[in-house]
């Protein structure tokens, strides 16, 4: 037993202690001071031990140590002291350190009674939980940062929220891989879909797509998930209510990716664009009224032009005849006579055109199918233009495969076309030139090709030749067209549900073409 | 549960529940303190009860936390503040002035209720002990997140959960922020014997 009454054991176990131990007699002077103390406080045993705690520790402001000490002393009351509740009340540091860091401490305050010679101490403990208290301080940051995030992400929310909202728009979600769809309010209102839940098949959500538009949404998701169509996912397409009425929905979204890369799940807006498609559709229709606006005061216009040539020539020599009838020679009343008849006829040349395309045009144009051959018809025209052909000393050549040429058609009206195309041609072609044509069966088709040696259609006016009162600007040269002829031959060719069209041959001239189907479905 | 071998006189229950009121108006007054609102107490029931018994009163099948104090004297005694684990997440939060996450103050609780308890049990018990004229040896307070009826559960030395205990309860309420909570102390049949002698020989100081 030592001086102070405490075992050289005792000591030696709270030197081997990792906490800090502090012994105090019933005087409150110190009587042990372990190697912890020494090492955290700075100050040596030798220092510590015999003198009065407060000396040692002047400047302790923690009055529960205090009093829990004095308690202790006076009656045995054991006390903890948390570091929750005392903010590190020892001044005691991590050692070896620049700066001094001031521990957070744990303290137990307990009696012990050596029974030999029935004595009491005080014996303070005091345990470092700088660590945990750190532990807990990062933890605390570590929620402070998360609550901020769950706030920004509050806000986010809700700012989505409302440009959702304000964006009429319903929020959906495919899952790819359970084929199943998430709805939300909003986008169930959008679909007519009346049920309460969010998540529906894929086959159920289907049965709300207007009939002729689930092959292609069908198509455009798979394709979308098959990464064929990028990231974005946009289409447009029509939802049915159980009253029938149909609504134009916009499906827009991207496609989001697992950690593989594949094609995870589909995340977007649904908008209903009913009225926009509506304001389009006026939009167009307006459009195409405004055409067909311009279209009908250019028909004006050039209708009175083509009518008021020929009537001009009638009048003028009618009024050149009754001016000069005394005067002039027979001859010349005989040729004013024949330019009469010349106009006269060209102005019922053009209004039978005329006729002939309105009937065409509102549909009235009788087609008479029946099986021809197409050579035949070429022959009969070829023959019809002989004595002219002659005179220009023009060429024909005719290619065909032995029983490829025959097709159901009007064999009347495609003669028509024949003629036109074949009147052009000699129009254009030199004198001494050939003109060929060559029959070909072609995928279900029969194709008839007029080539000429002429100059050829310039390329601006490829497109428009088939048009009502164009003429290629080489032959407005008072040939005696109406303009309407090419416009005619569209129309044959069309109500044959065929297709005509002009190019310019690579070796010179042009090549009119048209090719109607080998049979038709009416025949 | 009346428990025949020992009847307590009328003085001596009037002598016990001075003594404890004595004792949980000290401890009232610390936890005021601690709280900075009013305290308030109920009289204290003295009642003879098994440890089931006991645990029902305090709720069946409850979570709650405890910290226990066990003390050697004229008498041995458990001495328990209990709160449910709720109200006494709001008795630190109060305690505490800094700001703090609710996470890290359920870190915290377990820490900062022991000492609650600590200095609220200590301030009844040497009150107590003053009067009696009595020296306890107290153990350092434990802290236990536990069921009502597993409460009495290896904290005092019992010859079985039929045993009757004798039971000292006292309801407590932070009258500001509506906060529960209990001061329980428990006797064993063994201790029971030493407070009545104890009980006997304070009355016969006065007569």
Redesign the interface.
Known sequence: MSESGLSVDLKNFFSSLNSGVIVLDMQANIVCWNQWMEKHSLIPGYKAIGKPFDEIFPELVNQRIHQVIS?NIK????????????KAPFPLYIPNTKEKERLQQ?I?I??IEISTTSSRYCLINITDVTASIKR?RA??NQ??ER?KTELRLIKRTDQLQSALYASNAGVFQFDIATKEIHLDKKARQICFIISGKSIFSYQQWLKNIYQPDTHSLEQYLQSSINEELGYQFDFEFRVQGVDDEIRWVVIRGVIGLDANNQSKNINGVLVDISRQKEHQELVLAKEAAEIANQAKSAFLANMSHELRTPLHGILSFANLGQTRIDKAPREKLESYFSRITESGHRLLHLLNDLLDLSKMEAGKMDINFVEYDLKVLVGQAIDEQKARMDELKINTECYYQSGESFAVFDNIRIFQVITNFLSNAIKHTPIEGIISFDIKKLNGYLQLEIKDQGVGIPEGEIHTIFDKFQQSSFTEDGSGGTGLGLAICKEIIEGHNGLLGVKNNPEGGACFYFKIPLKQKQA | MENSHFEFSEMQYDLLKELFNLGIGSAASSLSELVNQEVILSVPDIIFETPEELANRLGHDQNIFSVS?AMEGPFDMHSMLIFNPEDSFDV?KQ??DEH??D??LT??QS??L???G??VL?SC??VI??ALGE???????IFRDTKTHELLDNSIPKRGSKEVLISILVKMELKKSLINGHLVFVLNTDSMEDLYKTLNTLLESYE
Request: glycine content about 2%; cysteine-free.
């Open positions: 308690s009656t045995g009351l054991p006390a903890i002291l948390s570091s929750v509740l005392n744990q137990n307990t009696s807990e933890l605390e929620v402070q609550k | 104090q630190v305690m505490l703090l996450s996470e890290t870190e915290l820490e900062a022991t000492e609650i600590n200095i200590n018990i040497s002990a003053e020296s306890f040896k107290i153990q350092l307070p």
